[in-house]
């Protein structure tokens, strides 16, 4: 591998490719390329000073050969029929789709979370798997808890941005009247729940790799333009004061805390690389019980943040192999 990787960003003309150039462009990377689909084929992207043109993300552009690292952020279909194309071709692949999130074999990995499982993917195709955007900071807050008292029971209602669901809605968003702004609930339904509900059960499951874990979510979107919320409520198997669990989270990485009178809103984390957890108080209604607010960019660590500190694990992980 080149000492500078050549990394492809598939879907770099959405909402989450956009901000994945920005962050690559701020770390300094130099061998970047563009792909989208043949429709976006020959616009211009700013790249730092730069601009890159886009290319088509054709079978035969992604299986060339001449690509170290791909960064999909496509819907599942297209990832589905690309990401195996770009894996055979010898790529590292960091998907941000559903498409191998809950598939066995495929890592699904929150560095601060579980870094390590990442590494696991190099012994085989080199596809690794990015989370929901509301999982990825949920379970970041859940693994120290976790660690420290045991986990028995979760419970989280969330307040989730328009660009969760990608350019166009943030387009319309923006031209929306404000009287029309509304709440939604605009996931595909799977009998009583939506499905944004049951991945972020079964994600956070696989994440902590705690296959039994009680976990119910209401999953609501909000006319906001950027940054998620969720409102959580755990149960534990043995008690922690909210001072303990406030310092607990103060020293996990990628958090912010916040204390009252500050507490985390979707516009304070929008445009930030940390995870704001704050409003950390005893839920009243159950023995053992914390509730918690936070607020995560669901554009930088909720998607392309995250992808971008996969990839430089397995980066690493590849070249303390040669
Ligand atoms: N938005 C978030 O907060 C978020 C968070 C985590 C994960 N994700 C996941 O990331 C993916 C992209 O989300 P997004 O919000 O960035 O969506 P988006 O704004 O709608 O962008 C979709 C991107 O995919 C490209 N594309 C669509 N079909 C394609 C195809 N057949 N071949 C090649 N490229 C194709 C589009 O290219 P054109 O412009 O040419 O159409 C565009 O660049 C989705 O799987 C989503 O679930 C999103």
Redesign the pocket.
């Known amino acids: 591998m080149a000492a500078q990787p050549r990394i492809g960003v ?8 956009t901000v994945t150039l920005g962050l690559l462009a701020e770390r300094g990377y130099e061998h970047v390329r563009a ?6 084929a020959g616009s211009r992207l700013p790249y730092g000073d730069d601009e890159l043109t ?1 290319e088509e ?1 054709s079978e035969s552009a992604l299986g060339a050969g001449d690509v170290d690292l791909f960064l999909f ?7 589905r ?2 990401v195996p194309v770009a894996s055979a071709a010898g790529a590292i692949c960091v998907d ?3 498409a191998y999130r809950l598939a066995d074999g495929y890592p699904l990995v929150v560095p601060e979370v579980n870094g390590g499982r990442a590494l696991e993917s190099l012994a085989r195709d080199r596809i690794v798997a ?1 989370p ?2 509301c999982t990825i900071p949920l379970t970041c807050v859940l693994k120290p808890l976790h660690e420290e008292a045991g986990l028995t029971r979760v419970r989280v209602s969330t307040y989730q941005s328009v ?6 809605r943030m387009s319309a968003l923006a031209e929306e009247p404000q009287s029309d702004h509304d709440v939604l609930m605009d996931w595909s339904w799977e009998g009583d729940e939506s499905d944004e509900e049951s991945k972020l059960r079964a994600e956070t499951r696989k994440i902590l790799e705690l296959p039994d874990l009680p976990i119910s979510a209401t999953c609501v979107r909000v006319p906001v333009m950027v940054g998620h919320s969720e409102a959580v409520w755990v149960e534990l198997e043995r008690p922690l004061s909210p001072a303990d669990a406030t310092e607990l989270l103060r020293d996990a990485p990628g958090l912010r805390v916040l204390e009252i009178p500050e507490f985390p809103t979707s516009g304070a984390a929008a445009g930030r690389d940390d995870v704001l957890v704050g409003r950390i108080r005893p839920d009243r209604a159950v023995e053992h019980g914390l509730a918690l607010f936070l607020s995560c960019d ?2 930088r660590k ?2 392309a943040l995250n992808a971008i500190q996969i990839a430089e694990l397995l980066l690493d992980g590849v070249a303390a192999r040669v």
């Open positions: 598939v879907g770099a003309t959405g909402a989450v490719g792909f989208a689909s043949a429709r976006s886009v993300a952020s496509v819907g599942t279909s297209a990832s029929a690309l941000k789709s559903s990015n929901n955007c660009s969760g669901a990608g350019a166009q669901n554009l909720g998607a």
